[in-house]
């Protein structure tokens, strides 16, 4: 069984478009996270749900909204995509802060054309 | 804010060749340390984790790290790399405080030539 899981792994799409990517952990962990890796293969955190509640929001664009329907669930809409958000997103959870560390999805690669 | 220092960016190195990765964090408080790996094509796997204790961890893969806190670094290590551990390797910093999150550093492509 994947621990997280996310859908899908590629997306290509073109700019101006509106999409969603999900994510689903089966870990009993309490909080999800999305991260962004660029071209450059950095990765950078963008929000972290604990029980549905927002609790880390970096600076990322209001054309961005995470979503979190349960604990188990954390989605990343994405309106009005630009090339420059063509990366790899990845969703991670944890159980409390994260002192044991963060287990991380396959990851999502988007193409924004 | 804290941040975490990999000078390292693309490390080529023979199988059987010994492997040091650098790793330098920025944060004077508890942090607790980890190193991630990413295969081609894959998503993040721990391969180790510093809490507390002895600061020498053993991980997975027979890698491993020292914590030198004098030094604020936590420096991987492998004493024969093979070619299947091509791939990058990232470190990360958890710090202390309500608003915990896990910074990386900006990750080190190891090439092993068979």
């Known amino acids: 069984d994947t621990a997280v899981s996310q859908t899908p792994k590629y997306l290509v799409t073109q700019m101006g478009n509106d999409k969603s990517i999900k994510c689903e952990q089966n870990l009993g962990h309490d909080t999800m996270y999305w991260y962004k890796q660029d071209s450059k293969k950095f990765l950078k955190i963008m929000f972290s749900y604990n029980n549905k509640e927002l609790i880390i929001n970096e600076t990322v664009p209001n054309r961005f909204s995470p979503k979190s329907p349960d604990k188990a669930h954390l989605n990343l809409h994405i309106n009005s995509l630009e090339l420059g958000d063509s990366a790899v997103y990845f969703c991670a959870s944890s159980q409390g802060t994260g002192g044991y560390g963060y287990t991380f999805g396959s990851g999502t690669r988007l193409t924004v054309v | 804010a804290q941040s975490v220092s990999q000078h390292n960016h693309h490390v080529i190195l023979s199988e059987a060749a010994s492997l040091e990765l650098g790793c330098n964090y920025s944060?004077?408080?508890?942090?607790?340390l980890f190193w991630y790996v990413q295969y081609p094509g894959q998503h993040l796997q721990l391969l180790l984790k510093?809490?507390?204790?002895?600061?020498l961890v053993k991980g997975i893969k027979g890698f491993e790290a020292e914590f030198i806190k004098s030094k604020f670094s936590f420096n991987l290590r492998k004493p024969s790399v093979q070619w299947s551990d091509t791939a990058e390797y990232f470190c990360?910093?958890?710090?202390?405080?309500?608003?915990?999150?896990?910074?990386f550093g900006s990750g080190t492509q190891l090439t092993v030539l068979p």
């Open positions: 990360a910093a958890l710090t202390s405080g309500s608003a915990r999150q896990l910074t």
């Open positions: 510093y809490f507390s204790g002895d600061p």
């Open positions: 944060y004077g408080g508890t942090v607790n």
